[in-house]
């Protein structure tokens, strides 16, 4: 390790001092902000109107700096949806200006508004990559009329859905669990309502969603396929706003205002199912009274501006589902809440114009309960995870040419394996599986080069280290009285220590186009092994151990990208090839027993993903949207599953279309449409059926070399706005979607139905396709004042 940090260092003086003599320059450094409600605009561009391309982007708080000569210039600032505008400056010392940035009909003195639009498609360094607004994510026909930020970003190419109506993603062949899942920065280890079909993000509540998928930034870590960063809303600082919407199966309401005006806000937002609460009346006339579901989500924000040099906030996450499952003739009862909680507390230091310091707190929990009585039998379950995270992120903004990121990580980790308890009469049974505890850390560093105005470079490499330790007691030699091996408090178990480089360059071709290639190389050390088609609350996170090694890997990539139309239409046509190492898999017909350490029931191997991906996007105008085609082939290759040959993993899928279209036919009415098209998902085929003692015995072909039949779907939707004079403080809309427009029986699983004598042995069997979601129409009224 003492070369690995050797080379850290020496990196880290390299870029510090690589461009420390000079002319003498100064800074012009500030934050930039909605006019309108006081939100921060994070990833707004800030350059110089001249041919030398130098200028900066605004990071996750609004804050930008940018260090020129001595001199006069015009400093362009430009958002997306916002009018741009021209500043012109005599730059003789440091200078501070914060400005209010708005859609144009009100503009400060001295300020014009120009018609230039971003070009970030063809100049930044950034591949696989897209950014979506809540805005757009709301136009998208929403299934059951729940907007869903997960199903948004499964209608990008390289993004595929787990399942029908499933909120799951795999992202350029990785698996659930290989996406970092942040919200404010806070890990959320489980995404999905209701098994899986709808997310835990309340749209309302979110102001911007980032999705990594190739290129990762050396910040990012701990997962090797993608990164979605969600951001919260930091709250209207300017007026008190509610806003809401009543659906046929939830309502949801957000409150924001100021506590004190441009000083500090607050914003509240929750939403909560109630069909089944709808229900019950119905219910309570069957055998099965009692029985409900429900989920409900709440965010909470909180900020205060110290000053221009100190800003606070405090966010939090609390999410919970509970199925309640009765029935009086089986004097049966099962209990299942599960969930999660997150809180993070951010503080921000400007040092001084060209230093800028984040300071994260972040606590997270995710618990899952499982609660059965069956007479005098009962039974109960609980597993989770538990985190609490310190972070140091910091942003040096050096001259036009670098900026640099460098930073710490800690987290401690907390995983509660399957737990169980039992009790029949007089009879009572407890498992003993013991925590694992565990440290992960990580060092960054990275730079933003501005080679010339052609070639850009990001560089950088993140130093992890991950260490399972005690306490912890190993239960070895069976189920009955079991040996036990005690480690005690913070003593190692076992180490693992990896060197993560990051690599991506930007060259221009003209002003329209670039090449960019980069290479990323990731390691993960919690996982989260399932047996299904995506994530479930009974799957259990496990941390790497002696027996279970760390997962990495190492994607390159390479695109061409061109915009048209003064960057009406951005285009891109990406290339990726992915290795991975140490993937995890249950072992054929695996049955965990009673105190047995699940991960003994792992089997490991590699995995490959590779893949060509196609992207039209039309950003504004009356008709906007984008097509995505991906062709992708990812194998899996284990020396214990398929007698140790290559076999498909279950989510490949060869060909993947998504169109998504919006058409704002006027003021009041709106039109939205998506059609997705997409390889069936591969499967394992029974092959043959034989008698051992008059038991039916099933045979299995090879893994996973089977086809589903293809999936594709239509959905559309209407919204209507009634009223929009100004002068009127409510407004609402109306927002009528259908899905699966033209009610395709698209294929969820299929199960086979055995006919017959067994003892004669004239059997037949037969494949049954089972589909789930029909054409589902659904209203929703949106409301705000």
């Known amino acids: 390790m003492s070369n690995i940090f ?87 010392h440091d200078l501070e200006l914060n400005l209010a940035m708005g859609a144009g009909a009100t503009l400060m003195e001295e300020f014009v508004v120009t018609q230039e639009r971003l070009d970030k498609n063809v100049s930044s360094t950034e591949m696989g990559t897209e950014e979506l607004t809540t805005d757009r994510i709301k136009s998208i026909p929403a299934f059951m009329g729940e907007v869903d930020i997960i199903k948004a970003l499964q209608l990008l190419p390289g993004v595929q859905a787990a399942g029908e109506g499933n909120s799951g993603l795999y992202v350029r062949g990785g698996g659930p669990d290989q996406n970092l899942v942040l919200l404010d920065d806070a890990i959320v280890y489980n995404t999905g309502h209701l098994f899986g079909f709808f997310s835990v993000f309340n749209a309302d509540a979110v102001k911007s969603t980032t999705l990594i998928k190739g290129g990762m930034p050396a910040s990012y870590g701990g997962r090797i396929s993608s990164v979605i960063d969600i951001s919260m809303k930091e709250g209207n600082n300017k007026k008190f706003a509610f806003e809401g919407g009543i659906g046929l199966i939830s309502s949801r309401f957000t409150l924001e205002g100021p506590i004190k005006k441009d000083k500090s806000s607050f914003l509240i937002s929750a939403r909560r199912t109630y069909a089944f609460d709808l229900a019950q009346p119905l219910i309570k006339k069957t055998d099965f009274a009692g029985t409900n579901y429900n989920f409900y989500d709440l965010n909470l924000k909180w900020n205060y501006i110290f000053s221009q040099k100190d800003r606070l906030f405090v966010s939090g996450y609390f999410g919970r589902d509970v199925f309640v499952y009765n029935s009086n003739k089986n004097a049966t009862s099962i209990k299942i809440p599960w969930g999660n909680a997150t809180s993070t507390v951010r503080w921000n230091h400007l040092f001084n114009d060209k230093l800028f310091m984040n300071t994260l707190f972040v606590f997270n929990n995710y618990k899952f309960k499982f609660q059965g009585a069956q007479e005098d039998f009962s039974f109960e379950a609980n597993s989770g995870v538990r985190d609490f995270n310190l972070k140091f992120a910091f942003d040096y903004f050096a001259n036009p040419k670098h900026q640099i990121k460098f930073g710490y990580d800690y987290t401690f980790h907390t995983f509660t394996p399957t737990t169980a308890s039992a009790k029949s009469g007089e009879t009572s049974f407890e498992s003993n599986q013991s925590k694992k505890h565990a440290h992960e850390m990580a060092l960054y560093v990275s730079d933003e080069w501005d080679i010339s105005t052609r070639v850009k470079l990001d560089y950088g490499i993140r130093l992890s280290l991950f260490q399972h330790t005690g306490p912890f007691t190993e239960y070895v030699g069976g189920a009955i009285a079991p040996d ?4 005690p408090v913070l003593q190692p178990l076992k180490t693992y220590a990896f060197p993560e480089p990051r690599f991506a360059l930007r060259v221009g071709i003209d002003d329209q186009s670039s090449f960019k290639t980069g290479l990323t190389a990731n390691a993960q050390y919690v996982h989260l092994v399932s047996s299904s088609n995506s994530t479930l609350p009974t799957d259990v996170w496990v941390p790497s151990t002696r027996n279970v090694k760390p997962q990495l890997g190492l994607q390159y990539s390479a695109g061409y990208f061109r915009n048209f139309k003064d960057n009406t239409y951005e285009t891109s046509v990406e290339v990726y090839y992915k290795e991975m190492w140490n993937q995890i898999e249950f072992g ?109 015995v099933t045979g299995y072909g090879e893994r996973n070399a089977y086809r589903m039949p293809s999936y594709h779907r239509m959905d559309f939707s209407v919204t209507w706005k009634p009223n929009l004079k100004p002068q009127k403080r409510f407004k609402s809309s109306y927002n009528f979607s259908i899905y699966n427009v033209y009610n395709r029986k698209n294929t969820y699983f299929i199960y086979y139905k055995v006919e017959g004598d067994v003892i004669t042995g004239d059997l037949t069997t037969k494949a049954i396709k089972v589909s789930i979601f029909p054409i589902i129409p659904s209203i929703t009224w949106n409301f705000k004042f």
Do not use: M
């Open 588 to 696: 054929d017909s695996y049955v965990q027993e009673l105190n047995e350490d699940i991960e003994k029931g792992y089997v490991f191997g590699r995995g490959r993903s590779y893949g060509l991906e196609l992207f039209v996007k039309k950003r504004v105008g009356k008709i906007n949207g984008w097509v995505g085609y991906t062709w992708s082939k990812t194998t899996r290759q284990f020396d214990n599953l398929n007698e140790g040959k290559t076999f498909s993993a279950r989510f490949d899928r060869t060909h993947d279309v998504s169109v998504n279209l919006v058409y704002d036919i006027n003021k009041h009415w709106s039109l939205g449409a998506t059609w997705v098209f997409a390889t069936g998902n591969a499967f394992t085929l029974p092959t043959e059926r034989y008698f051992i003692e008059f038991g039916i």
């Open 484 to 487: 036990t091996i005690v480690t």
């Open 6 to 92: 050797k080379c850290f260092l020496l990196f880290s003086l390299f870029i510090f001092t690589s461009n420390l003599f000079g002319q003498k320059k100064f800074s012009i450094s500030g934050y930039l902000k909605d006019e309108s409600n006081g939100e921060s605009l994070i990833g707004a561009t800030v350059s110089v109107a001249d041919t030398t391309g130098r200028g900066t982007a605004t990071n996750v708080y609004g804050f930008y700096s940018l260090s020129l000569p001595e001199g006069k210039y015009i400093i362009n600032f430009s958002y997306v949806g916002f009018a741009t505008i021209a500043k012109e400056v005599i730059l003789d």
